[in-house]
């Protein structure tokens, strides 16, 4: 390692440095307002994707497909989840400002730990060795459970964060005991010297044993059925922009470090994990959407929604295909757009008191937000894959990798239980558009609209065009992709 | 000329017109600009009719081709054509969104602008599912149809409306995700194959073109169709709809407002149908062969169940809705018959039941919205009060039980025929819907029109004004004009019902010009049962 190599590390530098200016920004200008923070955050968002884009740039000369003694990489499939984190992360900042400007808590200390955030996730899309991709994610998780008990004298807020804390920190133990044992067999934390020391190996219990508890810590993060308990509680205690926030970018991390550890380090398997995987993936989607249906809080259901919709991304993690990777990504991304959208929307009615938080409060949309019930409703539609929504091509790449990969009976289940969602995504049309509720005017802010705008407009662009979105994909899934051919011509 | 991108979009430029440069006060506008859309685009698709060639056969069977890259790296492409069938469906859509649009101005009274915007949208769904040869796009519009219908039963529907909304939207949709996986079955065999399952593929670029499935069908093995069968099956025959899959069907057209419940019969049921008659036949010969069985069963059971289930309604729409299941059933067991006689009928009546059902759909709405129900017991002796409506009505109704002289009468007679030539006793129980057929509409009709006019409330009826008749006579020029000189429609679809055929089963044509029915003797006598 040289020091020119630093430059690799640019983003995360500049990320933290950030974060840590953040912090001590109310500290030494005391004059400075609340607001201010918004502002800074947005910049440093902006600085930092140009920074990732540069490297993007550089790396293309040079290539280097592990830095830093093997435990750090920027290849395609890295920016493209760091860009897409720090996309993520921007609108969540316009969700939260207008949310915490009505309330007494500082901006600063919210956005810093917000920052931090993006720089463990940012560790993790870049991790190719399992102490960094462990490090990035404990950075993420332990800013994640200051965020969900940020609002420290509500019960609710507090509850949620102790037991997203609790249950996390079990769950960082149990992962934590998985790479301990991968480690003891295989004698390497570096992914690519995993994958070689186990081409050697035959079946080792201790080592399926590891996988299994890997698997398990990985599937806490994305709230895969049974390790999804906690996510109703911390979904509806959380600030409601911690949520969209747990629900889109922590989610996607997550997913990302599943793909590299599964399909660099682990391949040899893939006929163990992946039965494993699509039983949970089932119950995902099985317990999710019909948990979703009988819930009267929005926050609730699109909780268990979510937890459906990580059982229809496990189908692209089962599938070991190229085909399941590039689902993987597009569906991030889709996803990302139609839930920041419908967090908009919530937040936009929680704004002035009209709650926002149950499925009666969206009563009569269509006549006080015109525009806002449509957008709403599109984002629905996307959720439930209905073209011409973008939700549809991620639904699309995602049942197609698992019937390629022969797991027809689980495409079934995914399909039948997608239309199952539509029922409850259904239930808020029907409040907006088939009932009539107060006539009350809304007022929304402008950076609600904003977001709502922006993802509005890529929900229908990539749902009509998806092109742009497909090739990007496919040129991003990387070499994690070529692993996934490898394995196909492999079998 | 791009013409079938311009069929298909003119509905949707008119709905964006609506939603986005009228006033949603200016009631009057907005109907006339919904209007002069569905009526524009009825005469821009009536200029497929002299332009289409219906010899044409091969590749040049499908007309008006239009072919653009959409997807590349997944090998989806825009692409529109038409045969004969789709040509006829398409222009019952055109014809009947005219109906239905100008149906609506007495119907309804609230939320005009999304209303007419929203059935605007619908023909364009419909128009485009027609027209597309490329499976990822059919199943775009195919969808994009369930989000209007879905809004114009939830808004603007009876009493149980959400209820009616969310059943339809629900069971079509779990259909049409199944028929998903289904084409997606299909396209890995086309391409890489599915090598967890030891299914080889053929290795061709990959496509969803239909055009190329239709060539490569009969090369997928018998077990791989079976299952690719049942994915379609699910979409197609829930929507038909067939039984047991029927029960959203009389739900969705009581509670729909009138006009949705013509764009329903005529043209939604008739997306099942067609999707059995384009891909399911030509695609899956094997498949068709082998489940020929349990399809005629559920049709037969669909045919008498329907019309047994009719003669006890006691409302009028629910009535007509359930005459659906059962005249839907001969369509089907007319295209498992896999005969031309079978699928020409079958065809045909598909158009038939469009008419006769949109015809009778909107008599009903004539009088629901002049008193505000339609039990039957609360009518009697119409025919002095309204004897324009009862002329009509007689018209509509003599239409669908299949009257000679109408078009009800051709479609059924030809599917008889098609299907006898495959299986007498088929037949026999079908012959036996006809006769039920004609039981609960005439006993309707009986129970309106006839007896004395003892209803305080129906003393004062007026007669249909020049607007419902303006609207109801060119449908019974379409019924008598069918029903007399059938030839030209039969024309138009010869070509590609023969190429079906030859499709779903390869043996026809080098067989006998009309094999020889083999009917055990126990089966003639049946049938003698039936005539006597």
């Known amino acids: ?491 | 000329m791009p013409i079938l991108n311009i069929i298909t979009y003119i509905p949707l430029a008119g709905a964006l017109v609506i939603l986005f440069f009228v006033n949603k006060v200016n009631t009057r506008a907005i109907r006339i600009i919904a209007t002069m859309t569905a009526a524009i685009d009825f005469v821009v698709s009536l200029w497929l009719w002299p332009n289409f060639n219906p010899k044409a056969t091969g590749d040049a069977m499908w007309q008006f081709q239009e072919r653009y890259d959409w997807i590349p790296s997944l090998g989806v492409q825009y692409h529109f054509g038409i045969d004969g069938i789709a040509l006829l469906l398409i222009l019952l859509t055109t014809f009947m969104g005219v109906i239905a649009v100008v149906s609506s101005y007495s119907a309804i009274h609230q939320r005009e602008k999304e209303y007419y915007a929203l059935l605007l949208m619908l023909q364009t769904g419909m128009i485009g599912t027609f027209c597309s040869l490329d499976f990822f796009l059919f199943y775009v519009f195919w969808e994009v149809m369930l989000v209007p219908m879905y809004f114009i039963i939830g808004i603007w529907g009876g009493q149980r409306k959400l209820y009616a909304a969310i059943k339809f939207f629900l069971y079509t949709l779990a259909g049409s995700v199944l028929m998903l996986l289904s084409i997606l079955a299909l396209y890995f065999f086309n391409d890489g194959g599915i090598p967890f399952l030891n299914i080889a593929g053929l290795g061709n670029a990959a496509t969803f073109d239909v055009l190329k499935y239709h060539e490569i069908g009969h090369l997928i093995p018998p077990t791989l169709q079976f299952w690719i069968f049942l994915g379609f099956f699910f979409g197609f025959a829930i929507k038909v709809p067939m039984f047991p899959f029927h029960t959203w069907l009389p739900d969705a057209h009581v509670e729909a407002p009138t006009a949705g419940s013509i764009i329903l019969a005529a043209v939604l049921l008739k997306m099942g149908t067609y999707g059995f008659v384009r891909f399911a036949l030509p695609i899956l010969p094997d498949a068709t062969k082998e489940l020929i069985w349990p399809i005629v069963v559920l049709s037969l059971i669909g045919i008498i169940y329907g019309a047994l289930v009719s003669l006890v309604q006691k409302d009028m729409k629910k009535l007509v809705a359930y005459s659906s299941v059962s005249h839907l059933g001969f369509v089907m067991i007319g295209m498992f018959a896999l005969n031309p006689m079978g699928i020409k009928g079958s065809v045909l009546q598909m158009i038939n039941h469009g008419i006769s059902t949109g015809a009778l759909f909107f008599l009903v709405g004539v009088v629901y919205e002049r008193r505000h129900t339609r039990l039957i017991s609360e009518y009697g002796g119409l025919a002095k009060q309204m004897p324009r409506y009862a002329t009509m009505f007689l018209i509509a109704a003599l239409s669908s039980m299949g009257l000679p002289a109408l078009n009800g009468f051709i479609g059924e007679f030809t599917i008889l025929l098609g299907v006898a030539n495959r299986n007498i006793t088929w037949a026999a129980f079908a012959a036996v819907g006809i006769v039920l057929g004609a039981a609960y509409l005439l006993w309707l009709y009986q129970r309106v029109f006839w007896g004395p006019l003892d209803n305080p409330a129906n003393q004062t009826l007026k007669d249909m004004n020049a607007r419902e008749l303006g609207l109801m006579i060119p449908l019974v020029v379409l019924m008598i004009w069918i029903g007399v000189a059938p030839k030209p429609f039969f024309d138009a679809i010869d070509v590609p019902v023969d190429y079906i055929v030859r499709k779903v089963d390869r043996s026809y044509h080098d067989a006998k010009p009309l094999p020889v029915p083999e009917a055990p003797a126990a089966e003639h006598r049946q049938v003698a049962e039936v005539h006597d």
């Open chain 1, 1 to 491: 390692m040289t020091l020119s190599d630093t430059i690799y590390l640019l983003p995360e530098l500049i990320v933290s440095a950030g974060a840590m200016l953040l912090l001590i920004a109310p500290v030494v200008w005391r004059r400075v307002g609340q607001r201010a923070a918004k502002w800074v955050m947005l910049g440093l968002l902006v600085v930092t994707a140009a920074s990732i884009v540069y490297c993007s740039w550089a790396v293309a000369n040079v290539t280097p497909s592990a830095m830093f003694g093997a435990m750090f990489t920027l290849d395609a499939f890295a920016i493209f989840f760091k860009l897409l984190f720090v996309l993520t992360i921007a609108m969540i900042v316009l969700l939260s400002d207008d949310y915490l400007a009505g309330t007494r808590y500082s901006s600063w200390e919210y956005y810093s730990l917000l920052a931090f955030a993006l720089c463990g996730m940012m560790f993790m899309a870049s991790g190719i060795h399992l102490a960094t991709i462990y490090i990035g994610l404990e950075l993420m998780s332990l800013s994640s459970y200051i965020l969900a008990g940020y609002f420290k004298n509500e019960q609710k807020s507090t509850e949620a964060a102790m037991k997203y804390f609790v249950l996390g920190a079990v769950s960082s133990a149990i992962l934590l005991y998985g790479i301990s044992l991968i480690f003891g067999v295989t004698g390497s934390l570096n992914l690519i010297t995993i994958s070689k020391a186990m081409s050697t190996l035959v079946t080792n219990d201790a080592l399926m044993f590891g996988i299994m508890l890997l698997g398990a810590g990985l599937c806490f993060k994305i709230a895969a059925v049974p390790f999804h308990v906690w996510t109703p509680d911390v979904y509806e205690g959380a600030p409601t922009p911690i949520t969209a926030f747990l629900s889109t970018a922590s989610k996607s991390a997550a997913f990302a470090i599943f793909l590299r550890i599964f399909y660099v380090a682990l391949p040899q398997f893939h006929l163990d994990w992946q039965n494993v995987l699509g039983t949970i993936a089932a119950l995902s989607m099985i317990v999710g959407n019909l948990a979703a249906i009988t819930q009267d809080n929005v926050k609730r259901m699109l909780a268990y929604s979510s937890i459906g919709h990580a059982g229809y991304v496990l189908l692209g993690v089962l599938s070991a295909s190229e085909m399941g990777i590039q689902g993987v990504l597009v569906y991030s991304v889709v996803y990302v757009f139609a839930t920041l959208g419908i967090w908009a929307t919530v937040l936009m009615m929680a704004r002035h008191e009209y709650g926002g938080e149950r499925v009666d409060d969206f009563e009569g949309l269509h006549r006080r937000a015109p525009l806002w019930a449509f957008a709403m409703v599109i984002f629905l539609l996307s959720l439930g894959g209905i073209p011409p929504t973008a939700g549809f091509i991620g639904k699309y790449f995602l049942f197609a990798a698992a019937v390629q990969a022969g797991f027809g009976w689980l495409a079934i289940v995914a399909v039948l239980m997608s239309a199952v969602s539509m029922f409850y995504y259904l239930r808020l049309v029907v409040a907006m558009y088939l009932r009539d509720g107060s006539d009350a005017e809304v007022v929304s802010a402008g950076s609600l609209k904003a977001v709502a705008f922006v993802c509005l407009v890529v929900t229908l662009l990539f749902g009509i065009l998806p092109s742009p979105l497909i090739d990007q994909v496919k040129k991003s899934s990387g070499w994690v992709a070529t692993r996934a051919t490898m394995l196909a011509n492999g079998r």
